[in-house]
């Protein structure tokens, strides 16, 4: 009777720990698969702001580079005309409109962030650069789930570029994690093209050959040209130091896709480009210097408007995704209209990451970011954190905005006039009632007052 039950014990003990070593090597397998994500995030950057975005003169080889090693998306939407909004809607998935206290100075009001997700599931998560989305200017480890934050300013050399120690301090991290087997999610949230743009010379010297010819853009961006002729300065100077600044961007991400490649990185690590909202207007006030706002020459892509606006050029944003041997290399999608509220979803649908989607605005859209073109049926909407913000709606190619000083909506078809010149409501009444019906029913879900603290960058 012994023998026979220390036979039986012998063999479930052995059957024990093979389902243990089975259960690790599933584990295993499952982390290995799991990605690494850098989101490289520019500030105000135009959507026309990129050699491979169609600019005449701008010089960004390594960006141009990774959408040629990935795919390019020319229909992304911000969720915000600020730099929170924006950043609220990617990390959490829930329109910054419906915040009662404002981000950057109140944080989330509890709601759960991407990073969490990915933190909960197991992914070492960094943030560098930027912050702008809590009141805590010095947020310790452990906010929003992120393991390592360093918020960072301006480069301190004025000869680099002004991103430059964000990505230094990055290509650290990456040299850290790369003695890990954890996965890991990392935020590199630069300045670039933000107020101010003040390059040193020798980025823009780069551009000395550079005179602008107007006749190049489209007529939104030559009054712009205008406007900063206006203040006096030399406007060719003032283009070539918006094109040294973003060139030393650029520099900066050739560096660490280098270091990737370095640390054996690559293969397994999705690499997004992208902005927050579009470029910054030539607007004086009297605490800058006009030699200055002279250079915040960021371009639209030919798009109305830009940061501040719920146009076109102030809501549509640069993106670009490479995830070697996942995501269709060298391709352009035209057609899918994508939006920031998607990042939460998406990632967590790529990581095996558990997210109860009712909690959620955003859509899971990795099948498109790994080549196929639909549009997800949707309305995507637009608003300020202010009670009598206008509104402005999305549906596929119909774009609907409220005028407040002329009272009345102004309705745009989008696949023909990208540019939102002409006003076809009156030729559209059932299309426009069908926007109108659906924002306003939005806007009455929002608050009725909210609580600021300090004016938005």
Known sequence: MNKCYKILSLILSLFFYTTLISNASEGEKKR???????????????????????HPYIKTPNID??????????RMYATGVTCSPSRTGFLTSRHPASYQKFMPFHGFSGRTTI???????????????????????????????????????????????????IFAEAELFLEERSQSDQPFYLNIWGHISHFAVDPHERFSEEFKEVN???????????????????????????????????????????RLLKKLDDLGLTQNTIIVFSSDQGPAPVKMNKKKDPNVVANMLGWAGGLRGGKHEQ??????????????????????????????????????????????????????????????????????????NSPNGAVSILNQNWKAHYLKK????????????????????????????????????????????????????
């Open 212 to 254: 602008v010819d107007a006749s190049q853009f489209d007529k939104y961006y030559q009054k712009k040209l205008k406007k900063a002729q206006e203040l006096g300065g030399d406007v060719n100077q003032s283009f070539r130091n918006y094109l040294g600044d973003v060139w030393s961007l650029d520099l900066a991400v050739g």
């Open 32 to 54: 290995k698969k799991q990605p690494n994500i850098i989101f490289i995030f520019a500030d105000d950057l135009g959507y026309g702001d990129l050699g491979c975005y169609g």
């Open 65 to 74: 580079k990774l959408a040629e090693e990935g795919t390019r998306f020319t």
């Open 115 to 165: 990073t969490e997700l990915l933190h909960n599931n197991g992914y070492f998560v960094g943030h560098i650069g930027k912050w702008h989305i809590s009141g805590d200017e010095n947020p310790p480890h452990g906010t929003y789930g992120m393991d390592f934050i360093k918020v960072m300013g301006n480069a301190e050399e004025k000869t680099a570029g002004r991103d430059d120690d």
């Open 311 to 384: 146009f076109e050029g102030g809501v549509r944003i640069p993106f670009i995704v490479k995830y070697p041997n996942h995501v269709p290399e060298g391709h352009v999608n035209t057609t899918s209209v994508l939006s920031g509220l998607d990042w939460l979803p998406t990632l967590c649908t790529i990581t095996n990451t558990s997210f109860d989607v009712s909690q959620y605005e955003g859509k899971d859209v990795s099948e498109i970011w790994f080549g196929k073109e639909y549009t997800p049926k949707r309305y995507l909407y637009w608003k300020t």
């Open 406 to 457: 002329q009272k009345k909506y102004v309705l745009f078809n989008l696949t023909q006039d990208a540019g939102e010149t002409t006003d076809v409501a009156q030729d559209n009444p059932e299309v426009l009632k069908d926007l109108i019906e659906k924002v306003e029913a939005w806007n009455n879900t929002l608050p009725t007052s909210y609580l600021k603290g300090e004016k938005t960058k």
